[in-house]
C-alpha cells in the first residue's frame, strides 16, 4: 500500500495571522479515513502540535516529530525517540538551549517552547533568519547538531538526525519500504525526506529549489495542493 508523508506548515497549516482551510482539512479527512492510502505527518513539529492535526485528520498512524526525532501515534499517544540521537548532543543540549535563548535575547526571535530533543528559533519577520542562522552556526561550531531553515524558522536538531533520518525509523518501526512512500513538501528542509523515499510532490506554494526537485507539483497552493496530490498519488509513484 502506498503511504503518504506529508509535511504540516506550508502544506496543512498556513502561517501566522492566516485562517486554517478547515473545509479542505476535513475534506482531505473524508478521503484518508477510507484508508486507500496510509496518511501520516512527517514535521519539525513538536508531538502535541501534530496530535491535534492528526485527529483532525483521522490519522492513525505514527507520525514523524521534531525532524525525526521522535515517532508519535496519535491514537495510542505512544512516543518512541530515534534511537539515532548522539549521547553526545543529550549531554550538551542543556548548554545549546542556553547559548540559543542568549542569542535570540532582544532580537524579536524566541526559541519555541514544547520540544524534547530539537529547538526552533522562531520569528515574525523572515528577514532575520538568514543573520541569526549564520550568528547560530559560527556559536555551536563543532556541537553535535545539525541545522536547517524553513520559511518560518530554523531548526538545530541533533547530528544525525533529520528528516530522512525521521522516514529511516518510522519505515523500522512500521515495517514499511520506503519505496512504497511518496513525500509531500513545501520548503527546503524537506528534502532529506524526498531523497528518502521512491517519490516526492508540492503544492503550488513550494520554494523554487522543491519544485525544481520533486517529481510533480501541484498547480494549487497548500491543502488543495495535497487534495490534487492525494488524488494523483498512484500515477505520480508509478510515473516513478
Not at 59 to 86: D, Q, T
Request: negative net charge; glycine residues 4%.
Amino acid at each position: 500500500m502506498i503511504t503518504i508523508l506529508c509535511d504540516v506548515d506550508g502544506c496543512l497549516v498556513p502561517g501566522r495571522r492566516q485562517v486554517w482551510d478547515f473545509a479542505g482539512l476535513s475534506e482531505l479527512a473524508e478521503r484518508i479515513e477510507q484508508r486507500e492510502y496510509i496518511f501520516a505527518l512527517c514535521s519539525s513539529r513538536p508531538a502535541p502540535f501534530l496530535e491535534a492535526v492528526a485527529r483532525q485528520l483521522l490519522i492513525s498512524a505514527y507520525c514523524i516529530c521534531e525532524n525525526g526525532a521522535l515517532l508519535f501515534h496519535p491514537l495510542s499517544k505512544n512516543v518512541l525517540v530515534n534511537p539515532s540521537i548522539p549521547r553526545e548532543y543529550l549531554t550538551e543540549q542543556e548548554q545549546i538551549h542556553r547559548t540559543l535563548l542568549e542569542l535570540t535575547a532582544d532580537t524579536g526571535a524566541v526559541v519555541e517552547v514544547g520540544k524534547l530533543y530539537t529547538f526552533s528559533v522562531n520569528t515574525q519577520n523572515p528577514e532575520l533568519l538568514p543573520e541569526l542562522e549564520t550568528v547560530i552556526a559560527e556559536r555551536l561550531k563543532g556541537a553535535p547538531i545539525e541545522i536547517s531553515k524553513s520559511a518560518r524558522s530554523i531548526e538545530i536538531a541533533p547530528l544525525g538526525i533529520n528528516k530522512a533520518e525521521g522516514v529511516r525509523f518510522w519505515c523500522e518501526v512500521t515495517q514499511t519500504n520506503s519505496t512504497d512512500i511518496l513525500a509531500v513538501g513545501d520548503t527546503d528542509n524537506d528534502l532529506p525526506m524526498f531523497a528518502a523515499v521512491r517519490a516526492s510532490a508540492a503544492p503550488a506554494n513550494c520554494s523554487d529549489l522543491v519544485r525544481s526537485t520533486v517529481n510533480y507539483v501541484s498547480n494549487k497552493p497548500m491543502v488543495q495542493g495535497v487534495l490534487d496530490i492525494y488524488q494523483r498519488a498512484k500515477a505520480i509513484m508509478e510515473d516513478r
